[in-house]
T-cell receptor
C-alpha cells in the first residue's frame, strides 16, 4: 500500500521487555520522525532522521533507540519498556527539497502501546 | 522557552460560525514554516495548511486560512463556516531550518462545534 504504515497498531507488553515499533513509507521521503502523544503534552519528538544512516535526538529520546538502514524504514525500539512509555506513538515522513522547512510531514496511523 | 504556544485548551463554536485558534511561536531563524494539523477523535493526524516565513500573503485552503503576523510571531488558524465535522484537536507546529528541520508542536486546542 502506498503511504506510511505503522505496525503493530496496538501492543501490550510488560515492564522490562524490549519492544520494536515499525514504520514504513513508500514515498522515498528523506525525513522520518517518531513522536509520542500524551494527554496535556501534545506531540513530542523522540528521534528523527534526515536520511538513511543519519539520526538525531529529539526532545524525549531517553529509553528509545532508532535505526535507519533503509530510506523507507525507521523502526523505534524500547530497549526495556517502562510504564511511563505507555503512549500513542506516531511515525511521520517528509520531503526535503528546495526549502525543507517548507515541507509538511505526513503521519502514520499511530501505535497504541500499553506497558503493564 | 516553548517554541509553539497554544493558549486555548478548549474552544466552542456554533455551527456555520467562524472561529480563530491561536498560535504563537518563538524562533530566531529567518527560514521557517508554520503548519496546522487536525486530529479527529479517530486519532489520525491530518495536515491542513502551511505558511512559510517568507510568504507575504496569508495562506488559504478552502475554509481554512492562516492569519500570519510575523512581527507578532503569531500564526492563527481561522476556520470559516464551521461544520460538525470540524470538532477535533488542532495542533500548530513550526519547522526551522537551523535546528535540523525538526518540527515543534503546541499542546493543541480542542474545538467543539455546537449544532
Amino acid at each position: 500500500d502506498a503511504g506510511i504504515t505503522q505496525s503493530p497498531r496496538y501492543k501490550i507488553t510488560e515492564t522490562g521487555r524490549q519492544v520494536t515499533l515499525m514504520c514504513h513509507q513508500t514515498w522515498s521521503h528523506s525525513y522520518m520522525f517518531w513522536y509520542r502523544q500524551d494527554l496535556g503534552h501534545g506531540l513530542r519528538l523522540i528521534y528523527y532522521s534526515a536520511a538513511a544512516d543519519i539520526t538525531d535526538k529529539g526532545e524525549v529520546p531517553d529509553g528509545y533507540v532508532v535505526s535507519r538502514s533503509k530510506t523507507e524504514n525507521f523502526p523505534l525500539t524500547l530497549e526495556s519498556a517502562t510504564r511511563s512509555q505507555t503512549s500513542v506513538y506516531f511515525c511521520a515522513s517528509s520531503e526535503s527539497g528546495r526549502g525543507t522547512s517548507t515541507e509538511t510531514q505526513y503521519f502514520g496511523p499511530g501505535t497504541r502501546l500499553l506497558v503493564l | 522557552a516553548q517554541k509553539i504556544t497554544q493558549t486555548q485548551p478548549g474552544m466552542f463554536v456554533q455551527e456555520k460560525e467562524a472561529v480563530t485558534l491561536d498560535c504563537t511561536y518563538d524562533t530566531s531563524d529567518q527560514s521557517y514554516g508554520l503548519f496546522w494539523y487536525k486530529q479527529p477523535s479517530s486519532g489520525e493526524m491530518i495536515f491542513l495548511i502551511y505558511q512559510g516565513s517568507y510568504d507575504e500573503q496569508n495562506a488559504t485552503e478552502g475554509r481554512y486560512s492562516l492569519n500570519f503576523q510575523k512581527a507578532r510571531k503569531s500564526a492563527n488558524l481561522v476556520i470559516s463556516a464551521s461544520q460538525l465535522g470540524d470538532s477535533a484537536m488542532y495542533f500548530c507546529a513550526m519547522r526551522e531550518a537551523n535546528t535540523g528541520n525538526q518540527f515543534y508542536f503546541g499542546t493543541g486546542t480542542s474545538l467543539t462545534v455546537i449544532p
